[in-house]
């Protein structure tokens, strides 16, 4: 397996199509979150897929998950800049003590934030094009060697995820969201089960937690995604495209 992984910059990207996200979706409806993780992983996806992790809130029951099947997986970190740095100590605590052994961080090129964002306050008055800048550009790069990546999006975050499926086509990839039907019930439990760390915000009321300048708290009763982009129209990081307007996924 690490010889597959080695590999992986030798890997010709073969394009997904919807048709093969629909066949996905219905081939493993019914099965069990973990099970299906261990099929694809260790089987038709091995050397072909990454984990993309925010490592917020309740990043560590996928990363549990997918640790406890394939400690060598690609973990893809976007370090923005704008981190809050309780994120960056918490990523490195989980990621040794899962023992994964494959983090990337990817980070904006520093050509394009001196062209576009050279005072760093564009999410200020651009918050989609700082959201381009700093994590859609790094992630594309994070992803070309990739035929197939993980996303730790769920269903009940906001109204906009509601239907989200097990299995999406992204740019010719293969999206999974393996938690896309779990509620918060299911994932305390786990986080309690497993003995899991939480992040150091969600106690101090970050249910949600990206970048500093773009998350506040959220107060008992608004939605867990509240704090994010206070104040603007906007509900993703364009990271995750909707396929129909107003059906914008988040981030």
């Not at 980070?107 to 001196?114: G, I, M, Q, T």
């Not at 993980?150 to 969201?177: C, V, Y």
């Not at 393996?178 to 009321?205: C, I, R, S, V």
């Amino acid at each position: 397996m690490g010889e597959a992984v080695r590999k992986l910059d030798l890997i010709d990207v073969t394009p997904f199509t919807k048709a093969d996200a629909a066949a996905m979706n219905a081939r493993f409806a019914g099965v069990s979150t973990r099970a299906m993780l261990e099929e694809l992983l260790t089987g038709e996806l091995l050397g072909r897929v990454a984990a993309v992790s925010s490592f917020g809130a309740e990043s560590a029951v996928l990363l549990h998950l997918i640790a406890s099947i394939d400690r060598d997986i690609p973990v893809i970190f976007v370090n923005t800049q704008k981190i809050f740095g309780e994120t960056l100590a918490y990523r490195d605590t989980l990621s040794e003590q899962l023992g994964f052994t494959d983090l990337r961080v990817f980070r904006p090129d520093p050509r394009l934030l001196a062209a576009k964002d050279k005072t760093g306050l564009r999410w200020s008055y651009d918050p989609d094009g700082c959201c381009d800048l700093r994590k859609v550009e790094p992630l594309r790069r994070a992803l070309a060697p990739f035929d197939a990546w993980i996303s730790g999006r769920k269903g009940f975050q906001a109204g906009t995820r509601i239907a989200m499926p097990r299995f999406e086509e992204d740019e010719g990839r293969l999206k999974l969201n393996p938690l896309a039907d779990w509620d918060k019930a299911a994932l305390n439990a786990y986080f309690e089960e497993h003995q899991l760390p939480h992040h150091p915000l969600e106690a101090e009321g970050y249910p949600s937690i990206g970048c500093a300048p773009c998350t506040s708290k959220v107060q008992p009763g608004e939605d867990p995604r509240a704090g994010r982009w206070r104040g603007w129209e906007k509900v993703e990081c364009g990271i995750h495209v909707a396929e129909k307007p107003g059906e914008e996924p988040v981030f």
